[in-house]
């Protein structure tokens, strides 16, 4: 009975949290869409560079994924602000538990992801993208996985940059443009160096990119797809146990 007792109330403890860090971005929408420049200045600016008539096909999969990125790894900032507030501090003198505070925080990056996928899709769709409702929604499944993870990890840049709030912009950006391009999202890479290639393999970015442009296109079963779900498993559970693990010492 305790144990399943426990069980409920962490779960009740999660979506607490949950709703709590929703809240503000149901009530402000428009700070997804801001998330959200960046990716659209990149669909105008590449997509017309890339040879053949198919190339939003390749490229709308790799934007939704970028989207993705950017969302989730500046995510620890909201965090950081909190800290400086002394808010935080307030939460975990809480009876919330602490394993709560950073899952429920990471499973509300999944809600900012399926806005933002929906608008790039509608955008792009009158140019001629075609979508594949059924591998798209497999897709997203994976990258919500993914966003979690990628969401656990940012809060705990957050929390070991609590009183250098540089050094969590600094790493952030440091790694997000070589993940980013050795991903493949904007330039294919294949035909790239062997240096480079071999690097983008160690990228779990790369086989989340590489599914999600399958998937997109209604290729389902593929050993590509499970790469792809299997690269999201590990960031999420890496990111869950780091994550854990700091807000438990926090």
């Not at 790493?171 to 997000?176: A, F, K």
Request: proline share 6%; glycine share 8%; net charge positive.
């Amino acid at each position: 009975m305790t144990t399943v007792t426990l069980k409920t109330s962490l779960v009740t403890d999660i979506l607490t949290v949950f709703t709590r860090e929703l809240r503000p971005v149901l009530r402000n929408p428009f700070s997804v869409i801001f998330t959200m420049v960046q990716p659209l200045f990149f669909l105008a600016l590449f997509a017309p560079l890339l040879p053949g008539d198919s190339s939003l096909q390749w490229f709308v999969p790799g934007i939704v994924v970028m989207s993705c990125l950017f969302g989730a790894s500046a995510t620890g900032a909201n965090l950081l602000y909190e800290m400086q507030t002394g808010s935080h501090e307030r939460m975990l003198v809480s009876p919330l538990r602490r394993p709560a505070l950073i899952i429920g925080r990471a499973l509300k990056e999944i809600v900012p992801m399926l806005g933002q996928t929906v608008v790039l899709v509608l955008v792009t769709i009158p140019f001629g993208f075609t979508l594949n409702v059924a591998g798209a929604l497999i897709g997203l499944a994976i990258l919500a996985i993914f966003c979690v993870g990628l969401g656990a990890l940012s809060y705990t840049l957050a929390l070991a940059s609590k009183d250098h709030e540089w050094m969590f912009w600094g790493v952030q950006q440091t790694l997000l443009f070589p993940l980013l391009l050795l991903a493949g999202m904007m330039l294919p890479i294949d035909n790239g160096p062997e240096w480079l290639q071999t690097m983008a393999r160690f990228n779990p970015l790369t086989y989340v990119v590489d599914a999600e442009r399958l998937l997109f296109n209604g290729t389902i079963a593929s050993g590509t797809v499970l790469a792809g779900l299997g690269a999201a498993v590990v960031v999420a559970v890496l990111g869950l146990l780091v994550g854990t693990r700091a807000m438990r010492k926090a």
